[in-house]
């Protein structure tokens, strides 16, 4: 089982938007609809920021949105701040019989 | 308000044996699976085990069934990770993360995580 597909890194000037994309198989990604995404600060746990590909967790930011197409989902930062900077992770429930989750290899998010 | 923290992590030599522990509070305990995940050094994340809530049903990523067993005590709101065999390439922070029902299902997620303990294996 490989993991999920993501850009290493993506940036972007403060206020703009950038997406990242997470693009795994029918045995992942796109054959359930439950996708979760995690925030994660250098040297810090990893922070829930969506589940159920688009919900968003109480006080987690309405700036962070998901979505999902076929077998890529796709995580979205509007109105980009400094603060976003950090590595970002989709995880999937997996089919595979030698595991049970699979995440992402993570994106780098910059500021510029 | 949920807490997770793990702790036991240290350096062992190949082939060595260590057991992580992961206490739990703020939350009804039972109710809630709980996964053991690591992240190598400078890498990503990988989903490592779990344990149902009720402590009967475990699972196990391919690369350590054998040698990993979970277990829980609903009674101490705890859960364990007993590591044998350890190889070098079990080299990770591990984190304990409360999923977000009572068993691993498509729909479920890691919704608290702890801040992570450090296995180191090397001679």
């Known amino acids: 089982q490989s993991a999920l597909t993501q850009p290493a890194s993506v940036s972007g000037s403060p206020g703009q938007s950038i997406t990242i994309s997470c693009t795994g198989t029918?045995?992942?990604?796109?054959?359930?609809?439950?996708v979760s995404w995690y925030q994660q600060f250098s040297g810090k746990a990893p922070k829930l920021i969506i589940f159920d590909v688009s919900n968003r967790p109480s006080g987690v930011s309405t700036r962070f949105s998901g979505s999902k197409s076929g077998n890529t989902a796709s995580l979205t930062i509007s109105g980009l701040q400094p603060e976003d900077e950090a590595d970002y992770y989709c995880?999937?429930?997996?089919?595979?019989?030698?595991?049970?989750?699979?995440f992402g290899t993570g994106t780098k998010v910059s500021v510029l | 308000e949920v807490h997770v923290v793990e702790s036991g992590g240290n350096f062992v030599e190949p082939g060595g044996s260590l057991t992580l522990s992961c206490a739990a509070s703020?939350?009804?305990?039972?109710?809630?699976?709980v996964s053991w995940l690591r992240q190598l050094p400078g890498k990503g994340l990988e989903w490592v085990s779990s344990v149902s809530g009720d402590g009967d049903k475990a699972f196990y990523t391919d690369s350590v069934k054998g040698r990993f067993t979970i277990s829980r005590d609903n009674s101490k709101n705890a859960v364990s990770l007993h590591m044998s065999s350890l190889r070098a390439e079990d080299t990770a922070v591990y984190y304990c993360?409360?999923?977000?029902?009572?068993?691993?299902?498509?729909?479920?997620?890691?919704?608290?995580w702890g801040q992570g303990t450090l296995v180191t294996v090397s001679s």
């Open positions: 993360a409360r999923v977000s029902g009572d068993f691993w299902s498509p729909e479920n997620y890691f919704d608290y």
């Open positions: 703020g939350f009804s305990f039972p109710f809630f699976a």
């Open positions: 995880c999937s429930f997996t089919s595979s019989l030698a595991l049970l989750y699979v």
């Open positions: 029918a045995n992942d990604v796109g054959g359930y609809t439950y």
